[in-house]
């Protein structure tokens, strides 16, 4: 279903029809109202309003709790947390693993979590190797940040700077989120006058200025949007099967009641 849902608004944004576009808006609804209002029409005409509904629901929604079942628990070929990754109003990684960069002298260094960073490179030790391609990225987003963010007033790190090898350091803050240290340098680049530079382009210049930073890991919650998901189809599953059951218990008892006045109405009264 959301596959399918998902296909159809590729479908309308490819071939130069942007997001906005109406086209695009409603692909969405359109493919709801023929797939699902398709199947219920069939429902109806066999069972009638109300039971078609109950029917197409039950069955509906308990699909969607075991597609909710894989995207939050995963499944063999299938990882965890792969559903749903926000809720409606929120940016779409608001509940993603993220690094969050901060200077040697800023308001968070001075927090007793982070304060650790104030004798870097002291208490600080080798990346180990699991962890190693994250602190490799979290290195990365810190070098982003404070070459690019719009929130700096000046930008300690050039955006031709690089990180100077191994030196990126680990260490553990005192609430348990990982934290890095890493220390960015000026690369060799071309004068603006065209004169070939005194090393290879885009290496480290061993005489460049050096700005270390640090950055914490925080591990969000990619789970959360899946469970609130799978709490939330399993509830409407629920509440149409009751439905469900309750209307067809209903419609036994009235199928049972009319073949007994079937019956009373067929037997004769002793002595006539």
Known sequence: MIPTLAALYVLATEGGIPAS????????PLGILIFVGSVYLLLRSNLGTRRGYLVLGTSLWGFMVIYALFWTFGAP???????????????LDAYEDVWRPFAGDSNLANDANYSVVK???EGFGAVPANFLPTANTGAADIQTFFSTSAGLREKPVGETWAVVPDSIRYTTSANGQPLIGATFQETFQPSPDGEEPAGEVGTINPDGETYTAFGFFDAGSPLFPSLVMLGLVTLLFALHAGLLYR???KERRARERTSEDQE????VPAGR
């Open 77 to 91: 070929g299938t990882p965890p947390a792969t559903g749903p990754q926000s809720l409606p109003g929120q940016e």
């Open 21 to 28: 576009d109406w086209r695009a808006k409603i692909a969405v």
């Open 247 to 249: 209307d067809e218990g």
């Open 119 to 121: 004798s870097f490179p």
């Open 264 to 267: 009373e109405g067929r037997l």
